[in-house]
């Protein structure tokens, strides 16, 4: 047998996330963001479910090219574009486009153009419109727009920038207002559609923001991008994993007795412990505090002490029937349907549901709920 840890794919939820976004943006094309292996999912066991995406976008060319073996047509797109002039090759060959957010990019593609006149590609100007991650500076923006423009290699320049804080507020605005005005401003006059919502905007700003192609990442995997001012539930959202794991021991312990590394915490009553087959080695944030919630056997309860390498503890006091082979529930959906929220857990830790997803290690089952 292996070990009991697993985390399971649901398929269904990753439709129905994906639907959402579209209900949000009936008039713009929504790629989906599959970057980091799809939020830890693994890019092949989302792909079948994700098929209605208008495109997809990442950051590593072999995630591009991983959908292309899996008989994707769509759009591609390499959202921190390319990292060196060779890759163009790797571009043109797998039909790619890429963001350009630097001169040194613009400098690559024409040598490109010079080398190879006949390639054509779709690229995506980024522009630096406050978050000062990447991309060109408003002032810039028209010069390196007329550059590429006047570059034969260059079909089609879609106008493209990330917002900082779509999902809570700044400056008393809503949190785009700010950014969105200042890109309005700058492509004035210039052709090309325009990419730039994310989840927070496309789940928040929905009513007022327009444009041709949204960049639909964290809520297609099922956590909200503005917890706790909304869960899922409000976004209408669905868990798209489930890590699940048992408990392999049980422990019943005193007042005055400790558990786990460091006695970070002491009983003070009789109480009954689960040991349950996950640690830090599998994902699980080490600094979670005492009282993460996980269910066990469907049934809430919470984490006690530090998280071990392969091992944590759960309070089963309040629960006899709990024992040996009994399912915790890391987060996600349990076997019978009961939702303990990503986004929940990773608050106990002091981190986002992106966190989490993403940090799911490779000595984790997977299987696909289809
Ligand atoms: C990751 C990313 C997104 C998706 O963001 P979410 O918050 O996960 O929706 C969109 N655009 C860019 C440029 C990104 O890097």
């Known amino acids: 047998m292996p070990r009991p840890i697993t985390a399971i794919i649901h398929q269904q939820a990753l439709r129905h996330n994906l639907s959402v ?104 100007l980024k522009m630096n419109s406050g978050m000062n991650r990447l991309g060109f500076e408003p002032q810039q923006y028209a010069e390196i727009w007329q550059e590429l423009h006047q570059l034969n290699t260059v079909r089609s320049i879609t106008h493209m ?10 400056f008393g605005l809503d949190g785009i207002e700010h950014q969105h005005f200042i890109f309005n401003k700058t492509i004035q006059g210039l052709a090309g559609k325009t990419s730039l919502s994310n989840s927070a905007a496309i789940l928040r700003h929905h009513q007022t923001l327009h444009c041709d192609i949204v960049r639909s990442g964290i809520m297609l995997y099922g956590s909200s991008p503005d917890y706790p001012a909304h869960s899922i539930q409000d976004w209408n959202l ?11 021991a049980i422990q019943t312990v005193q007042a005055g007795d400790s558990i786990g590394y460091g006695s970070k915490f002491i009983a003070t009553q009789q109480m009954r412990i689960g040991v349950v087959a996950c640690g830090y080695a599998d ?88």
């Not at 669905?238 to 392999?248: A, D, F, G, H, N």
């Not at 759960?314 to 040996?324: E, R």
């Open 21 to 124: 976004s579209h209900q949000c943006m009936p008039d713009s094309q929504v790629f989906a963001v599959v970057k980091a292996n799809a939020y830890g999912h693994g890019i092949e066991r989302v792909y079948t479910a994700l098929q209605d995406a208008d495109g997809f976008a990442f950051l590593d060319i072999g995630e591009g090219t991983r959908l292309r073996a899996l008989g994707c047509k769509k759009p591609l797109l390499l959202l921190e574009g390319i990292f060196a002039f060779e890759d163009l090759f790797e571009c043109a060959k797998h039909e790619m486009s890429f963001a350009i957010h630097s001169l040194h990019q613009v400098q690559w593609l024409k040598q490109f153009a010079a080398i190879a006149p006949d390639v054509q590609f779709d690229v995506y």
């Open 283 to 370: 994902g699980y944030q080490r600094l979670s505090a005492t009282g993460t919630p996980v269910l066990v056997d469907s049934v809430k309860t919470h984490t006690l002490g530090r998280i071990s390498m392969d091992m944590l503890a759960v309070d089963v006091t309040a629960l006899p029937q709990a024992d040996v082979g009994s399912e915790v529930v890391l987060w996600g959906q349990s076997s019978e349907g009961v939702l303990l929220p990503i986004d929940e857990v990773a608050a106990s830790s002091g981190t986002i549901g992106y966190e989490l997803m993403c940090a799911v290690t490779a000595r984790v089952n997977f299987q696909i709920d289809a």
């Open 238 to 248: 669905r868990p798209t994993m489930s890590l699940r794991s048992e408990i392999i």
């Open 161 to 170: 920038t990330h917002f900082s804080d779509a999902d809570g507020e700044r």
